[in-house]
């Protein structure tokens, strides 16, 4: 402590000390209004670019899109033929073989169309090479974990898309195609084909229901189907993926039996003939009441390939075929001569009848127009993006452990004057994500049409 000698010392003490806490008061009061100053710039300028892209996407025309820009990109044909395999294809079951060992390279495209090299025999592919490099540049511009992608033409079966995506590239064998996983909510577009066709089901039809749209309470799903004190339409059921009232539908209306077979006629638990080694999509029917509800709406003991949830998605514009999916459009050997090409749609069955296929249809317009897919679809400012084009589908949300994550599922369609594509899009995120299956579907299906 300071010694005080007489007054004026002790007023030069008193005036050192205001002096030093007035500086730092002071010193405080700058490295506020400093941080005002620089939040208030930032947020201004936030505010401005946001006001700015809402007004231009509100105001700019732009032909053939509605809202969203087109950038015309040329590109480079490519006519060298490389990806050379020291094997010789001589038929259509040994290139089977062959693809069994190794997956088919999409790089070379040749007239629009990819082109590989395979011992002395060039293969040419039914992908389109704008939906396929559309759907990878969406995976890898989001950074998702895990994504892919499956396109099929709905009249003729031919692969248009067929792409997949892993971060990690240790891990992207778990990511395929080819592969079966949890469907989620795709799985009410079973039952509900179910209840349309066998049980006169239509989309204004009232179920009653009781707790939320969401959830798996045993207690309101085993409430009688005439019960509840909400209720909502069966297109609307669809549409926002109402949990409690399609388990409703597929335990107190559709059952068990009806619901085994109309899995069975959607070629589930049998092989679909493919050149490339496509898995069983798979479902298990159970006895117990509730485990049934819980399986006609998505939530367990099924799995699914993406191609065939494009299969499945196609059927609902193609009168209600399932046809066989091909990849291969031709095969040319080293003198120029084509010794194989695929000729003639192959209709596999037909789980539904037209009348059917309508119904179902305009529920998967709903899905996007006023359902869970709506966001996807449509812009900030409540416009839709595809102008000219109608889309319909379904998602899928659920929890998978192979790959691990949060499986967000979308399959649906677009068409217009009389070009047409149906997709499924897979997005595996954890925990969080930045776009979901009906995203990647939006933006391929976009730059299909445009």
Not at 279 to 299: C, D, H, M, N, V
Not at 385 to 404: E, F, H, Q, R, Y
């Amino acid at each position: 402590m300071e010694r005080i000698k007489d007054w004026k010392s002790y007023q030069k003490i008193l005036n050192r000390r205001k002096y030093k806490k007035n500086r730092f008061i002071e010193v405080i009061k700058y490295f506020v209004l400093f941080v005002f100053i620089v939040l208030f710039f930032y947020g201004s300028f936030k505010i401005y670019f946001y006001g700015k892209s809402i007004f231009v996407s509100a105001n700019k025309k732009v032909y053939g899109t509605g809202i969203r820009p087109i950038s015309f990109v040329k590109k480079k044909r490519i006519e060298k033929i490389s990806n050379f395999v020291p094997e010789n294809i001589k038929s259509l079951n040994s290139l089977k073989k062959y693809f069994k060992r190794n997956p088919p390279l999409f790089k070379v495209i040749k007239d629009g169309r990819y082109i590989q090299k395979i011992g002395n025999y060039i293969v040419v592919y039914t992908v389109d090479p704008v939906v396929q490099e559309e759907a990878e540049k969406i995976f890898k511009k989001y950074s998702v974990p895990f994504g892919v992608l499956a396109a099929v033409n709905p009249e003729t079966g031919a692969v248009l898309g067929f792409e997949s995506y892993a971060q990690n590239k240790n891990k992207a064998s778990e990511i395929s195609p080819l592969i079966a996983y949890p469907p989620g909510s795709l799985a009410k577009i079973i039952t509900a084909s179910a209840a349309i066709e066998s049980k006169g089901f239509y989309p204004q039809l009232n179920i009653c229901f009781n707790g939320t749209l969401y959830g798996t309470n045993k207690t309101n799903w085993e409430e009688n189907i005439g019960t509840g004190s909400n209720d909502i339409s069966f297109k609307e059921a669809f549409a926002k993926s109402c949990d409690v009232a399609f388990g409703k539908v597929a335990g107190y209306y559709v059952g068990r039996n009806l619901l085994i077979r109309y899995f069975n006629k959607f070629y589930f638990n049998k092989k679909i003939p493919f050149a490339l080694n496509l898995r069983e999509s798979k479902a298990y029917i159970p006895k117990r009441f509730y485990q049934l509800e819980l399986t006609g709406a998505g939530f367990e003991n099924v799995e699914i390939t993406p191609v065939q949830a494009a299969l499945i998605a196609a059927a609902a514009i193609n009168g209600g075929k399932l046809v066989k999916p091909y990849i291969i459009k031709e095969i040319i050997n080293s003198y120029g001569k084509v010794v194989y090409i695929h000729k003639n749609t192959k209709i596999l069955t037909s789980p539904i009848t037209k009348k059917t296929a309508f119904i179902l249809k305009r529920m998967m317009i709903a899905t996007i127009v006023n359902g869970v897919a709506h966001s996807d679809f449509y812009s900030r400012s409540n416009r839709y993006m595809l102008p000219g084009v109608a889309t319909g589908g379904k998602t899928g949300t659920i929890s998978g452990n192979d790959p691990a994550g949060l499986y967000q599922w979308f399959a649906g369609f677009g068409e217009s004057k009389g070009k047409e594509i149906a997709l499924s899009s897979l997005v595996v995120e954890k925990p969080l994500w930045s776009i979901e299956g009906g995203g990647v579907a939006e933006k391929t299906i976009f730059a299909y049409f445009f």
